[in-house]
């Protein structure tokens, strides 16, 4: 990108009392002005935009920043130029219209990159080389202030093009093919659109150059302009596309979930349990009408539980899903007298998805204690790490082959209900370890951000 002009024959015109070259300076400089409040406004339209999630627009914003001082670096230059007490403002302007205008390039550059990284890992080498080439530009440009390389400043406050600003034409030239060639290189990456937008900030400037020997340096500033509210649109249509995905994964998600939540209802409602219960109560009946009365206690406040759970669409206390667990154990240990349940809660102040730990422990007793001779124990605990709550189900009972388990004709589905609504509720985890004689455990992880209460 075209950093600075040649202006020293406009200058001097200027002194050489030509009128009609001070109408053209009030013209560059209001079109610089108004170059300007274009990218104030694209850069507060992009600020304002809080669903900018990603990488690329908030480097968008750096780089509107430096457009914005950069421009206004070159109207300070042109307004305050041949005024021997506005010396220091003349030298500001020419600054940052320098300074800024290599961070332009190093900040489209980064840009360009992390657009190019949300759809294909590529390196950022390059992008820091040009940042390195860049900065020592920019030590030019100091250094120049002392020595007059790129530009000097006469005792009347005019500014005059350096005896080496041939570095500054290189240095565009150069930026222009880098920048160039950069998105060329990314063309098979790219979108038609994309590539284009990103295209034309190169392109432009470079079209506007030919106009440097009858107007400059304003068509620059006004081509880059340009550029940059091609890919602002760009960008803009790239989150709306995002939002509109992101939309439609949640709206996936959510249907999982009520799939979900319809298929852990219904599997803890299978006949052949309401049959086993119904019989146990049938037997108290007859043996013990105090223990058949509790069992029927348990068993409406087990079936209200499950049928709540299908209208649940979020996170629970822990405690309310470990209370319909116990009530779920006891109706069990009504059933089989050989089994036995510990509890070891270190903590229960936090959230987690409903049905998600009783599952786990009805699969414990049907598929482990009950099936081994003389039944066994399940362990139901929880603890609390730095950033996750734990909750550990740990059962005596006959084990199973974890690479086989999954095509043995079992029933499975309540444990893989379990581990996505862990992960799309609450961004967690479940993990099941198991051999065959050695029991199983599983374990849930919940993160803190999301578990907590």
């Not at 992101?246 to 219904?266: C, G, N, P, V, Y």
Request: glycine share 6%.
């Amino acid at each position: 990108m075209k950093i600075a002009f040649p202006i020293c024959d406009i200058l001097i015109a200027w002194r050489c009392g030509m009128p009609e070259f001070f109408y053209m300076r009030e013209f560059n400089v209001g079109l610089l002005v108004f170059a300007c409040l274009v990218n104030v406004t694209m850069l507060l339209g992009t600020l304002s935009n809080r669903k900018k999630n990603c990488d690329f627009m908030n480097l968008f914003s750096f780089l509107l920043l430096c457009v914005i001082i950069m421009i206004a670096g070159e109207a300070m230059l042109w307004s305050m130029t041949g005024n021997a007490h506005d010396a220091v403002l003349v030298k500001t302007g020419t600054f940052l219209s320098f300074g800024f205008g290599a961070a332009v390039n190093t900040l489209f550059v980064y840009c360009l990159v992390s657009f190019v990284r949300e759809r294909e890992a590529v390196s950022w080498r390059w992008a820091h080389l040009f940042a390195i080439f860049n900065t020592v530009f920019i030590l030019l440009v100091i250094l120049s202030f002392f020595n007059g390389m790129l530009f000097t400043f006469d005792e009347g406050g005019w500014y005059r093009d350096g005896w080496a600003y041939w570095i500054v034409n290189l240095f565009d030239f150069s930026t222009l093919l880098v920048e160039l060639a950069l998105v060329l290189s990314y063309r098979k990456i790219l979108k038609r659109k994309a590539f284009f937008a990103l295209l034309s900030f190169s392109v432009l400037p470079f079209f506007s150059m030919l106009l440097i020997p009858y107007w400059t340096p304003t068509p620059m500033y006004l081509s880059t302009t340009l550029s940059l509210v091609f890919i602002q649109l760009l960008f803009h249509g790239e989150v709306t596309r995002q939002l509109s995905e992101k939309e439609l994964l949640l709206a996936e998600m959510e249907r999982q979930l009520a799939d979900s939540r319809i298929s852990m209802a219904l599997s803890q409602l299978k006949p052949h349990f309401l049959y086993n219960v119904l019989n146990s109560i049938y037997y108290l009946c007859g043996k013990d009408s105090e223990r058949a009365q509790e069992a029927v206690s348990y068993f409406s406040d087990y079936l209200r539980n499950n049928m709540s759970s299908i209208e649940i669409k979020k996170m629970i206390p822990f405690a309310e899903e470990l209370s319909h667990t116990e009530t779920y154990l006891k109706l069990e240990m009504i059933r089989f007298r050989n089994l036995s349940v510990e509890y070891d809660i270190k903590t229960s102040s936090f959230m987690c998805p409903p049905l998600s730990l009783q599952p786990l422990v009805e699969n414990a007793v049907k598929h482990g204690v009950s099936k081994k001779r003389g039944g066994g124990s399940v362990t139901i605990s929880t603890e609390e790490t730095p950033d996750s709550y734990v909750v550990s189900v740990k059962d005596t009972g006959v084990g199973f082959d974890p690479e086989h388990y999954r095509d043995d004709g079992k029933v499975h589905i309540g444990m893989e209900n379990v581990r996505e609504r862990i992960e799309n509720m609450a961004g967690g985890t479940l993990k099941v370890t198991s051999a065959p004689g050695e029991g199983c455990l599983a374990v849930i992880t919940l993160p803190k951000k999301e578990g907590s209460i």
